[in-house]
């Protein structure tokens, strides 16, 4: 079965390139199940209920966070009654939402999702390493897919927890960076590795914010609002094919759509309403 995992969604132009690109993607890449990361959904920062339910009507079946999670804080009793939607797993036990989603795939098969939270250069959290031992021991034995999204900074970490959880976990994917890299791979015991999968949203940008405002405020130090960039719109992601019996990845590659790339993947999908009305 195939999986994407959709890097950091920023913004309105990250929301909007999803709604277009993914019925192509999932159509013509054959995926069985789509993750996302939506942690800058709402204007770069946090997540909205309104956004939650634009990226699951696109087509994501699971979504996971980061360091920006509660930053809109109407997004609490999502988190806490919806059963597709994690925290990070390292987060303290009393704070809102669910460790670990099991969630159907389209081809009928339990997906289990969980993420991490870094500990370097970001807030102080409980430790990552101990939080995947203790919710990979207490899945049920029949739950095979295991996607894992690292949400930190340091690319030496990422790699630690890919061995960490190698032969454990379907993957392990990072974000935060919003820097795809390119060292996918599948390590020894089955595990697909990438450090950071990428952003989606407008790369003409700082991270999505735009240029001339954090530069102002760099050069400054006069504080400027950070908004959210405009050009270069792109979905970044990457694609595992995983053995649902055993749980073992055999493939990974990047996925990286720009605008043309979405337009076309928008009239496949348009082309195949058409084809089944
Ligand atoms: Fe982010
Ligand atoms: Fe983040």
Redesign the pocket.
Known sequence: MRLLLIG?IVGKPGRGIVARALGGLIREQGLDFVIA?G??AAGGSGITPANYRELIAAGVDCITL???IYRRREIVDILETEPNIVKPANFPASSPGRELAVVRARNGVQVAVLSLLGRVF?RPVDCPWAAADRVLGGLPSDVKVIMVDF?GEATSDKQLMGRHLDGRASAVLG????VPTADECILPGGTAFQCDVGMTGPYDSILGRRVDRVLESTLTFNPTHFEVATGDVRLSGSVVEVDPETGRASAIHRVCIDQQEAERLARVAHAVERTVL
């Open positions: 950091d990361n942690e800058n980061g360091d920006h970001m949400h974000t935060h960076t919003h």
